[in-house]
């Protein structure tokens, strides 16, 4: 289905119209990039594309110190808001499944052990493996045992 949407030219359609739209809105769309940036990391949609043109458009409307700052800051936003919705979400609706899954296969138990013991070097460790995509990882920390804290 994603090759589909792809090769089709939807998302690029609506990608350029949603760019077009926040360069006239200004302030409202750097609220409604933040939103989308949530939305993508939801959804398993790299948002590596709309983080780019965010700079491009951001400077553009504020100019070059103010853009790229506005553009860092409210990516910042929307990755830490997506990220911690992404992993509550997968934390309180599969949790159960994993128990069910520790008590059958050992390996679980342990990987589940690992990153309560040495959740922060896992978590930064696999952060900068670049294969696996940010909204994939919040959900792999949400089934695991660690908490929000």
């Given amino acids: 289905?994603?090759?589909f949407?792809?090769?089709t030219g939807y998302v690029y359609g609506?990608?350029?119209?949603?760019?077009?739209w926040m360069r006239e809105h200004g302030g409202l769309g750097v609220w409604a990039y933040i939103v989308m940036l949530v939305i993508t990391s939801l959804i398993f949609i790299p948002p590596s594309i709309l983080i780019f043109a965010s700079g491009f458009i951001f400077r553009s409307i504020y100019g070059?110190?103010?853009g790229p700052l506005i553009a860092l800051l409210s990516s910042y936003i929307g990755a830490i808001l997506?990220?911690?919705i992404g992993f509550l979400r997968?934390?309180?609706m599969t949790r159960d499944l994993i128990q069910i899954l520790m008590r059958r296969y050992p390996i679980?138990?342990?990987v589940d052990r690992a990153m309560i013991r040495n959740s922060l070097r896992v978590m930064i460790l696999m952060r900068l493996n670049c294969l696996i995509p940010f909204g994939v990882l919040n959900y792999v920390f949400g089934i695991t045992g660690i908490n929000v804290a």
């Fill in 1 to 3: 289905l994603g090759c």
């Fill in 64 to 66: 070059p110190f103010n």
């Fill in 90 to 92: 997968a934390n309180y």
């Fill in 82 to 84: 997506g990220g911690t």
């Fill in 14 to 20: 609506f990608l350029d119209g949603f760019l077009e």
């Fill in 108 to 110: 679980f138990r342990a």
């Fill in 5 to 7: 949407v792809l090769k």
